[in-house]
């Protein structure tokens, strides 16, 4: 009796010390706009003054964990061009939606500087590229954040990744220096993989750059290569293309590797890119420049090896921050334009935007992080019904719809550790950036870690690749 007794005390002390560890407030809502009541997409929802926070999903949705000890400190929901929500943690209300007004800036009060205003879009961005020293981290720093990879033909999704990471940066990018940046694969959530394996295209290349052997896909026969084979070339393809270091180390993360050779925000930024001043809008009480992004003189180009990535007009927009010209935020896409671009897109991707690039960026202690990143690229496969019983209509219909695949990667930072002895201390740990690599699944860590909610539509597309993943797993 005693021993019973003893044994729910020591349960309920277990459970509650348990529940004091892991006490937090879930948040969930979704944003509107108050004029036209369309939700809000990418706004930031988020605990003032320190890195805990998400963005709404393309239903204006988000779903965000609050440690209990913040239950006093202020959330803050913001939007660019809207005046900014904000209320204690512990007073927000989970069964109201949040309603955002347009917030417009004025440019009536006199502004003190010791040196002119730039008054041109290509002056407001080469001051805040002569700025990122001031603006961006000076020293070495850790975060840690929720990955999403997911690829998808226009029917369905064929493969999704979900991963807990974490990046450490030097921040030498002052000198160009992109190889000190380290990315580790913490936690896997899901990884679902129901591609098909035909791909010659893959396996010429990987046959190329590993075993110095030229042959091109239409000289392959598929009955003669082994599906293992296959496998192999297809897994190197995709840490090639989609492995996270090449998003981190490339081209693409234009503002962190500016002073790397041939940056795209270079030293010759203004032969490949035109900006021009659009508007000034308000974010968070704070003006900020809208700033579009055309093209220029010269095309652009990644320098991706194996892969004809060159021959692009880049178009977006750029937000800058009038104080103190940091940059906010970046939709950045690469459109074909030259003429083998333009062939080589229609034919092998059916679209001419090749890559398409969202990356914003949270102020803490005065510098500039990453806070939310959103890249898509179109992906070479050779995949589609061969049924000769098709008529010609039938058959162009569904490759089109099972031949063209593009990747989507979304990654959402919620901590940064500036503490330079945790920093060095995470060095001397083994880091594996491999986002394709299956791990065990732990319940108890998911739980309590901020993840990007998914919009609806992704929401069915993914029940339906896990009922199919389960089925194939039976089989």
């Keep these: 009796m005693k021993r019973s007794y003893l044994k729910q005390s020591l349960l309920f002390v277990f459970i509650l010390i348990s529940s004091i560890a892991t006490a937090q407030h879930e948040l969930k809502n979704k944003v509107v706009d108050f004029i036209n009541l369309l939700p809000i997409e990418s706004a930031s929802v988020y605990v003032q003054n320190t890195t805990i926070g998400t963005v709404t999903n393309a239903d204006g949705k988000f779903v965000l964990l609050v440690p209990e000890t913040m239950s006093k400190d202020t959330l803050v929901i913001s939007s660019i061009g809207f005046k900014s929500f904000k209320v204690p943690v512990e007073e927000f209300d989970n069964s109201f939606e949040v309603f955002l007004e347009e917030d417009i800036a004025t440019l009536e009060e006199v502004v003190l500087n010791a040196t002119p205003r730039p008054k041109t879009g ?11 020293d001031r603006n961006m981290p000076n020293q070495a720093y850790l975060q840690k954040g929720f990955l999403r990879h997911k690829e998808r033909n226009k029917k369905e999704f064929k493969w999704l990744v979900e991963s807990a990471i974490t990046i450490y940066d ?15 694969v913490d936690e896997v959530r899901k990884s679902y993989d129901l591609r098909d394996v035909d791909s010659l295209f893959a396996y010429s290349t990987y046959l190329k750059y590993n075993a110095n052997v030229n042959l091109k896909p239409k000289n392959l026969r598929r009955d003669t290569i082994n599906t293992s084979s296959l496998v192999k070339a297809i897994k190197w393809n995709d840490t090639r293309v989609n492995g996270l270091e090449n998003l981190f180390k490339g081209k693409l993360n234009m503002v962190r ?5 041939k940056a795209l925000f270079g030293k010759d930024v203004l ?8 508007t000034i809008l308000v974010d968070n009480e704070r003006k900020i420049y809208k700033i579009k992004i055309d093209k220029a003189e010269d095309f652009v180009g990644l320098d991706t090896e194996g892969i004809y990535n060159e021959g692009y007009n880049a178009k977006g927009w750029i937000y800058i921050y009038w104080d103190n010209f940091a940059i906010k935020k970046i939709e950045y896409d ?26 914003s960026y949270m102020e803490y202690q005065d510098k500039m992080y990453p806070n939310y990143i959103y890249y898509e690229t179109p992906k070479l496969v050779n995949v589609g019904l061969k ?3 098709l008529t010609e209509e039938e058959q162009e219909r569904y490759n089109k719809e099972e031949r063209f695949y593009y990747t989507v990667q979304e990654i959402l ?11 060095k201390q995470s060095l001397t740990q083994q880091w594996d950036p491999d986002i394709f690599a299956k791990k065990p699944y732990h319940k108890s860590f998911w739980d309590n870690y901020n993840t990007l909610l998914e919009s609806e539509e992704d929401e069915q597309l993914i029940k339906d690749l896990t009922k199919r993943s389960s089925l194939f797993n039976k089989e």
């Design 122 to 132: 290509d002056s407001i961005v080469l001051r805040a590229l002569d700025r990122l």
């Design 170 to 184: 030097d921040s030498t990018y002052v000198n160009g220096d992109v190889d000190n940046i380290k990315i580790n």
């Design 413 to 423: 930072f919620t901590e940064v550790i500036v503490d330079q002895d945790k920093v």
């Design 271 to 278: 032969a490949k890119h035109k900006f021009i001043l659009d």
């Design 387 to 389: 049924n000769e019983k």
């Design 334 to 359: 690469l459109v074909a334009a030259s003429a083998a671009q333009k062939t080589r897109s229609k034919r092998l991707f059916d679209t001419q935007t090749n890559h398409k690039l969202v990356i």
């Design 257 to 261: 590797n500016s002073k790397a050779p």
